[in-house]
């Protein structure tokens, strides 16, 4: 038995409070007393005091342990102490103790003492159905698991089992010596097999654990001590020994954690057969980026079945073997590689080389278009890049923060930020203490001081520090809180090296980090897998921090893209802006777009286009029928005009129909999906052509017939009789058709001519590759992401579109043969900034448009003025001369042709006045008229080429009066018919009766 001699500093009589403080004592808080020869530490929550002791022996050098146990401490919060043996404190390890390691009480050499239990183990006291503690029985329970001691004699084909067999005290002085030279834990027991007194650990494994006679022992074969030997599969992904390795290129020792709850070899990774509970092993994010030529592997199961598997990425040239030809260590020459220059790069497995995106900063030189904006700032400003083409502003996602940091002050309840936020503006700010989880912790009593409002708000419009702050207090309205997991002192390995632990609680084991003065904080969100710990700042802030996305779970405050996952916030979704590349945002159950909104409006454009479209086929043909008949110039202008107001008017009609087939035929549904697709089309600017050609044929023409009509009422009351046909007058009739149609044809081609595409293009479509452009981005937007690539690009400058698809080829790789996406865009011409691809009146002042459609807007506003003005004239001309000439039939004929006049000048107010001022008030941005854009286009404009027909010749209308008088004939003679019917069948009954009447009177 060990001789232990105990040298106990012990003071004498009570402990006083004073001099007394919570301190950090090797990483933990603990109440530290001076009384100026010797440190007393306090028990939690109790009124008891230990102190450090010091246990000797002949054989050890040195035993730190504690005069007393405190009593009340269940999870032995005393033992979390890095001076008892800093090397073996594990805080994960059972859920009996906080830091694995209890106080185990004793007697020796009559005093009593408080040991730590890793001294236990070493001494070969646990399991071993004898409680050795006074306080507890921990020694018997602890990771016994109800197994039976080995059998200590039994040697027999144990090379390379990792288990002690030599348990003899002779084996254990050997090993004595080295004990404190930090030598690795082999499970419950030191390795002491083969062992020489003056070696280090490591050297006696080399003896124990290589060399292996049974091939199912081996882990793998590596070089020790420079030569090539079998090393056993125990020394693979043990924990404990991570600092032993034997291995002269460490292969035994690549240990990676693949979660907090699984480490493992790196080559267990990756090999399609699961190895962790929640198979993170084979979800590991470098799985998915492998090479596309195999090879292999030199640990794992893949090697124990000689099978080749392709190697992830990450390990070429790493510095690591782990081919067993070495290839991953070759270079890159050896493998199949894509891309040229700064862009050549090894070949994934499924991989199809492609261009790539070009960084002009960052730790690589490119990033891969399927790897692109996927909240990885791979190359150097990636994200920026990526955030502007989303076209929103900056989020703020930080608080206010005054008294280094212990007050956080929440925007809404700044001065000057509070009045320009129209949601918060008028609430009332109050101050609240928070802290995360509301938690009893010992030797922490610091909370964060908030200045939040008062009441209840909507929290979709908040982020970061601002969201997490308000809504863990209750102060949001259907919003949660998002922190779940405690930050308990074993999460987040790695961070915060010198993070303060303390009790929680007086259950489990929290951490801090150290602020200032005694000030501690634990303002830390920790992801879901306890991998990583974040700032609050961090936490829905619309970028998925943590491997498992958790930092962005529990957030009321946005919106998920269907496909790309891609976070936006929720006051995006249904903006009428895409903010997601598959559009999920804009296309959904709550929002999805059509090219006619309601049914109202697709009845009306069928409605109309159809009786539009027969109305003035039927007077097109009346009048190139009747052309050929024309007595004089006047007659046939007249008639001519009449065709061209006929055939624009046919093919407004004809765009209604083309627009309702579209809509309700073609894309139904999914016109939302592919409005894209239709407002780059050729199909939508033929349409807009056509549409516009017509609008202006048939404005122009009847402007042209109101100069004519004035002509000839003018000519009758001059007594000048109109000039016969001619060549002159011919010519004279063909130019007026010409300038007409020249005219119209040219106010709709110019903004679809390549020469004019800087006035006239609205945004360009490029292909679905090029992430970085969500939707048809506009000059502005492109503009705004060509600056975050580049630095800066001045608002000043005036680019041209052709210069900025040359800027946006340079962002991308051009090698080789492979598909160059930048060389492939699609442009929203002018006609396509609406599914109706209709002429563009909606502009704003700084729209580079709006000068050619104010230019057409005065025009046509001219034209109506220059035909009401014109039948006004008319109507004067035409009354005087009625009532000087007299006559009833003459008086009728004019107030007919009044009506008429009245009713053109009506209809055309009705249709363009209401339209030009909404044009006008849009245009200054009193209104946002693009709501309107449908009912405009599709029945208020359209109705005047359904009723032109009607008012400028009356063949239509006596038609239908005469069917209408046919019908009312009809109608009259059957009634007529029915009441001579009844009257004569009333007269015979009543002949029957007095017959009847009579013979029974007789």
Known sequence: MLQYILVVFLAHGSVSAENCSFENVEGFLKFICHDGLTNYTKCPYSEEFYEFSSIRSTLLKEIMGFNTTCSNDTYFYQSCDMRLFPAFLDTNSNNKTLCGKYQCQQIRNKTEVSLSSFWLQYEDKLCDEENDCNNTNLDEVIDC?????????????????????SRKYDDKKACASDIFSKIAVIRDFFECKTLCNKDICCSKLVWSQSNCTNDEDVGTVCEVNGYSTTVSKNMIGLPLVRQCKICDDGIDDEIIYSSLACPIHKHFLCDGQPDCEDESDEKNVICQSRTSKPCKRRVGNAAKREEELNVPLKWLEDGVADCMDGSDERGIDYWPTCGEGKTRRVQAVNETCENVYICLSGQQGFV??????????????????????????????????????????LSFCVEGIRESLNKSHNLPCTTEHFIFPDHEFYGVDTKTKLILPQHQQDCDHMFGEQYVYTSCNGKCIKSTCPLTTIPRYEVC????????????????????????????????????????????????????????????????????????????????????????????DECNDRCSKQILEGDILKVFSWLIGVLAALANVIILLRHAIGLRSSRNAVVLVNKSLMILISFGDFLIGCYLITISVYESLIYQNDYCQKQIEWITSTGCSLIGVFSTIGSQIS??????????????IWSSKSRNTPSRINITSSITIVGIVLVVILASVATAVIPIMGWFDDFFVNGIKFNDELKIFIGAPNKETVIRILGAYHGRISNKIKIRWETIIEMVQEMFSHDLNYQDYTSVTK?????????????????????????????????NFFCFLFISISYLLIYLITSRSSSATGGQNESKRMNSMNRKIAFIITTDFCCWIPFIIVCTLHSFEIVNATPWYGLFSMIILPMNSLINPFLYDNYLIGGIRKKVRDFSNIMTNATSAFSINRNSAHDVSAQAAEIEMQQVQS
Not at 145 to 165: A, H, L, T, Y
Not at 828 to 844: A, I, P, Q
């Open 145 to 165: 698991k109800g197994n039976s001691r080995p059998d200590q004699n039994d040697f027999s084909n144990k090379s390379c089992d990792f288990v002690n067999e």
């Open 827 to 859: 442009k929203v011409h002018f006609y396509g900034n609406d599914g109706v691809c209709l002429f563009k009146y909606f502009v704003v002042r700084d729209d580079p448009q709006r000068v050619y459609s104010w230019g057409v807007l005065a025009i």
């Open 699 to 712: 404005l122009f023409s009847m402007t042209g017939l109101s100069i004519v009509r004035i002509y000839v």
């Open 368 to 409: 891969k278009p399927s790897e692109l904006c996927d909240g990885i700032d791979s190359c150097g400003n990636e994200d920026g890049v990526c955030s502007a083409s989303q076209d929103k502003d900056k989020l703020e996602t930080r608080a206010f923060t005054f008294d280094d940091g212990l007050t956080k002050k």
């Open 493 to 584: 390995p790695g961070q915060f090296p010198k993070r303060v632990g303390t009790l929680a609680n007086n259950e489990y084991l929290a951490f801090f980090t150290f602020s200032r003065g005694n000030t501690y904080l634990n303002r830390y969100f920790v992801c879901k897998d306890e991998t990583k710990c974040l700032d609050y700042s961090q936490v829905c802030d619309l970028v998925k921090d943590c491997k498992d996305g958790s930092d962005e779970a529990n957030c009321s405050n946005q919106s998920n893209c269907t496909t790309s996952g891609l976070i936006i916030p929720k006051t995006s979704k249904c903006d009428g802006v895409f903010d997601c590349r598959d559009f999920s």
